[in-house]
């Protein structure tokens, strides 16, 4: 088993930044690949970005691609979304999940552990 918990979320002005963080407890969480999606009200479940096991492979989706970094820390079990520039857009809970395998995947089928969110408002 793997339990993840997200913080760092908040209410932030446009243009602003956020580090999300997502720690985990459990059994060998540095073969897992992690994934942060995201869902705003009445809008469907959104794939942010993922990283494999070791950290060398990132995927991102394009509305955020040279705004948002991920990375992360097996030695600490968490894993990192950095976010600049940040958009009214990128208001939703933000989630990070954890995949059934160590390589990049970004899709929802792959990720079997999911946190329980953490609320991003960007205002305008």
């Known amino acids: 088993q793997l339990q993840l ?3 760092g979320g908040g209410l932030v002005q446009a243009g602003g930044s956020l580090r999300l963080s997502c720690a985990a407890a459990g059994r060998a969480f540095s073969t897992y690949a992690i994934g942060w999606i995201r869902q705003a009200p009445g809008k ?3 794939f942010v970005a993922a990283i494999n096991w070791i950290g060398s492979s990132t995927y991102y989706a394009d509305s955020v691609e040279g705004r948002f970094t991920i990375s992360r ?3 600490k ?3 990192y979304l950095q976010m600049n520039s940040l958009k009214p857009e990128d208001t939703a809970v ?3 999940a ?3 395998q160590g390589s990049l995947v970004a899709t929802f089928s792959a990720y079997g ?4 969110g953490t609320q991003v408002t960007v205002s305008s």
């Open 77 to 79: 079990n968490t894993v």
């Open 113 to 116: 552990y999911w946190g329980q």
């Open 73 to 75: 820390d097996n030695a």
């Open 44 to 46: 469907e479940r959104e």
């Open 98 to 100: 954890a995949a059934i």
């Open 94 to 96: 933000y989630y990070c």
């Open 5 to 7: 918990v997200e913080s």
